[in-house]
């Protein structure tokens, strides 16, 4: 399918205006599942000029915005849930053109984009209780401090120093709320369905499971993808492999069955 690009500023977002990159299909649904994606960057990325995930969740027949979600307020909590929370909202309420009424609403994002996800998902657990439809986390960097087992496989994939400075960077307010580090939230029950992506050979393997784990012994319905280290599935995030990337198909199918099973629900 092929998609089309386009730049765009949301202006009646509460927190001011916020730029978005926006993905869609040319050829899509009446009511196509929306898909707010935050990119990864160790929470001090700006927004990158391509997606090959916003591109090839396009392709399924969703239409996924992309916010640029550091950039108003600072990268520093809480500013990027903030603005992450405030597009939330907005699209929530009003859709922007983006959609429908109809159309499920996700919110989602790679690495620290996936932090910031989990974060605005509880966020809007806590004010939206059914607006959120679920959450799509690749691989998202959850845990501060950085002591599981696979990260310890960090600097294999030339991530180590990048992911120490974003978590410095991200908690240098001083502050370290469970919003900040979802994996320490004790408080996960009535979240929104969860889809997981990691793979065997990801340093962020292991707080990607953990935090799997902690939503489905909470009631939350969990969607889990473990890909073989020949995906080379730490490419998706910039991390350094020794296989070509071969993650594309399989994550479109994941994404399109998660989909589906929470149409169905």
Known sequence: ?????????????????????????????????????????????????????????????????????????????????????????????????????????????????????????????????????????????LDPFMGSASFSKAGDVGMKDNWADGWSHYLSAGICHPYAAPCMCSRLTGLAPALVVTSEDDPLRDESLAFSDCLEKAGVRIDRHVLPPEAGWPSVYGGRTDHSADWQERLTEQFSGFVRSVSIQ
Not at 2 to 31: F, H, N, S
Not at 50 to 77: C, H, K, N, R, W
Not at 84 to 113: C, D, M, P, T
């Open 1 to 141: 399918m092929t998609v089309q690009i386009k730049d765009m500023t949301l202006d009646k977002v509460a927190i001011g205006p916020v730029a978005a990159r926006v993905y869609q299909g040319a050829e899509y649904a009446k009511a196509p599942p929306v898909l707010i994606y935050f990119h990864g960057g160790a929470f001090q990325g700006s927004l990158p000029r391509e997606s090959d995930v916003a591109q090839l969740i396009a392709e399924t027949g969703a239409i996924v915005v992309m916010p640029d979600y550091t950039a108003p307020l600072g990268g520093v909590f809480p500013k990027p849930l903030e603005t992450g929370f405030s597009v939330f909202s907005y699209l929530a309420q009003k859709r922007a053109g983006l959609g429908n009424r109809k159309s499920l609403l996700l919110i989602g994002g790679v690495e620290s984009g996936g932090n910031v996800a989990a974060a605005v998902a509880m966020k809007a657990r806590d004010n939206y209780a059914n607006e959120l439809d679920g959450m799509v986390l690749l691989s998202p960097l």
